[in-house]
């Protein structure tokens, strides 16, 4: 069968401007049997082929050709399929399934979501953060470019309705942001004076129940002594940048905290040191109930283990033990309590964290999302709620944070495939 050409041709929905040609590729003519794409496709895949539609409306006709537009969508859909890895090869427990929420968020980092249902993501060396908005269907999600040319800027929360992002050097805000984020918006910088080190340097952050901005500092070294200055602590700030204040320190570095949906009080997951074998020390998993604590960092890791250089004279029973030891080198980055409905009530209240796996391992370690069952925020069991990130040698996805949605369904950023998975229950 050959279609009408799309050149020359009198256009029965209005006229090829892009903006129009996205509309009915998304939603489709249902009366005319042309099926919405937007489940299918990416609005970067949309947009494209508006482009190529547009570029050709009112050229000469040419030669009919079997190529219509729902065949090269098709083939779109296919391309943006083609590196998801196998769905089958991840392991969650029984009644628990995976599926990609958005393709094409070039190294997804953090994530916040909004109370609309916006998902805001942060990136790495793409230098960019996207906003995820749910699709009719609410099983995927448009990715939207809010901002780019950023440097590292993995670090996004939200708080008084403005999206707050860390980049390596500044703090940046755009105010009303679930209102403006198609519309690449201006922002404001925080005033705010902290290092810049580019080791360990990128800055995550987490709005407070306290309405404080919650931003770390990592170690600008695999291990080195920084007591006397801003390195290895974790420090909250007005809104506005003021009243910048240490709230911890030996902290060497953290990639990801939650508070605690009850208590409110600070958990955070800390990166051990390198190039003392591949089995010691662990990274951590800690709890920061008031301001003050010291955790270690560069005298003693992971609660027990005496730093070879920096632990003359200091002992491990002067600091703050982590609640969990993670293991070594397995990366732990983002953590979320999960607070939503979809999942049984064992899974609730419970931490979620997301392993990055190691770089530097003989046999790799990590590369999966970890449940953390509490009682009475007491550490009970330290299990994989998914699998397969890593299968035998080969790396498919390397997980960075988790959050959950209104639905009550679970994402997960991966910064390795540039994607953001989503786990939902049936019981099934």
Same mark, same amino acid.
């Given at each position: 069968?050959?279609?009408?050409?799309?050149?020359?041709?009198?256009?029965?929905?209005?006229?090829?401007?892009?903006?129009?040609?996205?509309?009915?590729?998304?939603? =489709?003519?249902?009366?005319?049997?042309?099926?919405?794409?937007?489940?299918?496709?990416?609005?970067?895949? /949309?947009?494209?082929?508006?482009?190529?539609?547009?570029?050709?409306?009112?050229?000469?006709?040419?030669?009919?050709?079997?190529?219509?537009?729902?065949?090269?969508?098709?083939?779109?859909?296919?391309?943006?399929?083609?590196?998801?890895?196998?769905?089958?090869?991840?392991?969650?427990?029984? =009644?628990?399934?995976?599926?990609?929420?958005?393709?094409?968020?070039?190294?997804?980092?953090?994530?916040?979501?909004?109370?609309?249902? /916006?998902?805001?993501?942060?990136?790495?060396?793409?230098?960019?953060?996207?906003?995820?908005?749910?699709?009719?269907?609410?099983?995927?999600?448009?990715?939207?470019?809010?901002?780019?040319?950023?440097?590292?800027?993995?670090?996004?929360?939200?708080?008084?309705?403005?999206?707050?992002? =860390?980049?390596?050097?500044?703090?940046?805000?755009?105010?009303?942001?679930?209102?403006?984020?198609?519309?690449?918006?201006?922002?404001?910088?925080?005033?705010?004076?902290?290092?810049?080190?580019?080791?360990?340097?990128?800055?995550?952050?987490?709005?407070?129940?306290?309405?404080?901005?919650? /931003?770390?500092?990592?170690?600008?070294?695999?291990?080195?002594?920084?007591?006397?200055?801003?390195?290895?602590?974790?420090?909250?700030?007005?809104?506005?940048?003021?009243?910048?204040?240490?709230?911890?320190?030996?902290?060497?570095?953290?990639?990801?905290?939650?508070?605690?949906?009850?208590?409110?009080? %600070?958990?955070?997951?800390?990166?051990?040191?390198?190039?003392?074998?591949?089995?010691?020390?662990?990274?951590?998993?800690?709890?920061?109930?008031?301001?003050?604590?010291?955790?270690?960092?560069?005298?003693?890791?992971?609660?027990?283990?005496?730093?070879?250089?920096?632990?003359?004279?200091?002992?491990?029973?002067?600091?703050?033990?982590?609640?969990?030891?993670? &293991?070594?080198?397995?990366?732990?980055?983002?953590?979320?309590?999960?607070?939503?409905?979809?999942?049984?009530?064992?899974?609730?209240?419970?931490?979620?964290?997301?392993?990055? =796996?190691?770089?530097?391992?003989?046999?790799?370690?990590?590369?999966?999302?970890? %449940?953390?069952?509490?009682?009475?925020?007491?550490?009970?069991?330290?299990?994989?709620?998914?699998?397969?990130?890593?299968? &035998?040698?080969?790396?498919?996805?390397?997980?960075?944070?988790?959050?959950?949605?209104?639905?009550?369904?679970?994402?997960?950023?991966?910064?390795?495939?540039?994607?953001?998975?989503?786990?939902?229950?049936?019981?099934?």
């Amino acid at each position: 069968m050959t279609s009408p050409t799309l050149r020359a041709h009198n256009w029965l929905h209005g006229a090829p401007t892009k903006a129009n040609l996205i509309k009915i590729i998304s939603k =489709g003519v249902p009366e005319k049997d042309m099926p919405a794409w937007s489940p299918a496709l990416n609005a970067g895949q /949309i947009a494209l082929l508006a482009d190529l539609i547009a570029a050709n409306a009112g050229k000469p006709a040419a030669a009919p050709s079997p190529a219509t537009a729902a065949t090269a969508a098709a083939a779109a859909a296919a391309k943006a399929q083609q590196n998801v890895p196998d769905l089958s090869g991840f392991k969650l427990p029984k =009644g628990f399934h995976i599926s990609v929420y958005a393709n094409d968020v070039s190294t997804a980092r953090s994530m916040v979501v909004s109370d609309s249902g /916006i998902v805001y993501v942060g990136s790495r060396k793409a230098g960019k953060v996207y906003a995820l908005v749910p699709r009719a269907d609410k099983q995927t999600a448009d990715v939207v470019t809010v901002a780019e040319g950023l440097e590292n800027p993995i670090g996004v929360t939200l708080l008084n309705g403005a999206l707050y992002v =860390g980049e390596i050097s500044r703090v940046i805000r755009f105010d009303k942001i679930d209102q403006r984020y198609a519309q690449k918006p201006s922002y404001e910088v925080v005033k705010v004076s902290l290092p810049n080190d580019k080791w360990h340097g990128e800055k995550v952050m987490k709005a407070g129940p306290d309405g404080k901005l919650y /931003i770390p500092v990592g170690a600008p070294c695999n291990v080195c002594d920084v007591e006397d200055t801003k390195s290895a602590k974790i420090y909250r700030m007005n809104a506005d940048g003021s009243q910048l204040e240490e709230y911890a320190r030996g902290v060497r570095n953290t990639v990801g905290f939650a508070f605690h949906p009850t208590s409110k009080v %600070l958990w955070f997951t800390d990166n051990g040191r390198d190039e003392m074998g591949d089995n010691t020390p662990s990274c951590e998993l800690n709890v920061a109930p008031k301001a003050g604590m010291h955790f270690g960092f560069p005298y003693c890791h992971g609660g027990v283990v005496p730093d070879p250089d920096f632990a003359k004279g200091r002992s491990c029973e002067e600091f703050e033990a982590p609640v969990a030891k993670l &293991g070594p080198h397995v990366a732990p980055l983002g953590l979320a309590f999960y607070t939503g409905k979809q999942f049984p009530e064992a899974y609730r209240n419970n931490v979620y964290i997301a392993e990055h =796996g190691s770089w530097n391992r003989s046999t790799k370690s990590g590369y999966s999302v970890r %449940l953390i069952t509490l009682y009475n925020s007491k550490v009970v069991t330290d299990t994989a709620f998914i699998d397969g990130f890593l299968r &035998g040698e080969e790396v498919v996805g390397r997980p960075v944070d988790v959050a959950t949605l209104p639905d009550g369904s679970m994402i997960v950023s991966d910064d390795y495939g540039g994607r953001v998975y989503r786990v939902t229950y049936d019981g099934k």
